[in-house]
């Protein structure tokens, strides 16, 4: 008989999870409170990548969700990803290097470009450093599209999505997590995850389970489409760009996004400012909108994935680096769940480990 799983949240972490347990045979229930694609999915940079985020253990993560990535892709139909590569130059030139030479000892060797190779590769930035790196095997994609495209995906082999439905509480019966309750009552499973984001300490804190996470804002500027100026993604200091499938150029201070601080029309118009006086072409494009997305981030900074020791019934998925991680985060989830299988790359993400408890 199949295992029933419902998965509460449906960004791209949760749709990844959805999938590979449907694709696993699983009977999967999706439950979203508000539309398909979650909350800080839609907010994200979506950057692709392992070139950033120490210490090795979490790199390695990275690099196996890369190739998972891949290997999706090529069983998906129209899941779109863009391995551009990116431009980096967004530490001083020492640790610049000193950064490079770690990544290289640990496999991913970054391509040492100079200001004429930058400008080959981005020929329409207006500002470029002696010299940068270019890290290859990375990529972009939409991220709310990516995420319905998995919806979508799961929902050809038998997955249900619940759009609009708020999870008040994790239902619990003889101290096990049975389902969750909503506005219709308790929806029975024989596991839930909780992939929902900002709203998974809440979630856990209802049948007694403490992680300690928190999520910073991060803004993002939107400019009007326009014709393509940018080949990849560019982080350079204090400005990370990349142009969206529909021409848009997004920005932040970083690829997390900018914390606006109060006043985000004022750092949008000044992000939108920065990319057209960098990119030419880019002159008097203009902000179109701009995104504050709320990144769920456990209180150490790297994820949280696995079983809570306090509890049997639930399982937890928790991570900024959600688009760089669902693919693997997805995989490593339904094995554990259906087989009782753990990646042992996970090792040091317990759920329960004492900087998050």
């Known amino acids: 008989m199949a295992k029933r799983v419902i998965v509460i949240g449906s960004g791209i972490i949760g749709a990844s999870i959805a999938y590979h347990l449907a694709k696993a045979g699983a009977e999967v229930t999706v439950i979203e409170a508000g539309e398909p694609g979650g909350v800080a999915t839609r907010a994200s940079w979506a950057w692709i990548n392992a070139s950033w985020g120490n210490p090795e253990p979490y790199f390695r ?51 040492k470009v100079s200001r004429g190779e930058i400008h080959a590769i981005e020929p329409s930035l207006t500002t470029v450093p002696e010299f940068g790196y270019f890290a290859p095997g990375e990529g972009m994609l939409e991220p709310l599209a990516t995420a319905e495209v998995l919806l979508d995906a799961a929902k ?9 439905t708020p999870v008040k509480w994790l239902a619990e019966e003889h ?19 909780v992939a ?23 803004l993002l500027s939107h400019s009007k489409p326009a014709p393509k100026l940018l080949n990849g993604l560019v982080m350079s200091p204090g400005l990370h760009i990349r142009q969206t499938a529909e021409g848009r150029i997004v920005a932040g201070t970083d690829f997390a996004g900018a914390d606006p601080e109060g006043d985000a029309e004022a750092l949008a118009a000044d992000l939108q400012a920065k990319v057209e006086a960098m990119v030419q072409g880019a002159e008097g494009l203009g902000l179109d909108f701009f995104t504050i997305g709320f990144r769920p981030t456990p209180e ?56 998050l408890t």
Request: aromatic share 6%.
């Open 61 to 111: 993560l990275r690099i196996r969700s890369i190739e998972h990535w891949h290997k999706m892709q090529s069983e998906i139909p129209g899941l779109a990803i863009n391995w551009c590569g990116g431009l980096i130059w967004d530490l001083p030139p020492e640790q610049l290097d000193a950064y490079a030479a770690e990544r290289a000892q640990w496999g991913q060797p970054l391509r």
């Open 156 to 164: 050809a082999l038998g997955a249900e999505v619940l759009a609009e």
């Open 175 to 193: 101290g096990r997590v049975v389902g969750v309750m909503t506005d219709v009552g308790v929806i029975h499973a024989d596991e839930t995850v």
């Open 196 to 218: 929902a984001g900002a709203g998974t300490a809440q979630l856990l804190d209802s049948v007694g389970i403490t992680l300690k996470m928190s999520s910073p804002a991060g």
């Open 300 to 355: 150490d900074g790297f994820s949280a994935i696995g079983r809570p020791h306090k509890k049997t019934g639930v399982y937890l998925v928790v991570t900024h680096s959600g688009v760089t991680l669902a693919a693997a985060l997805g995989q490593f989830a339904a094995q554990e769940l259906l087989t009782g299988t753990r990646d042992p790359l996970l090792a040091t993400f317990s759920p329960d480990r004492p900087s």
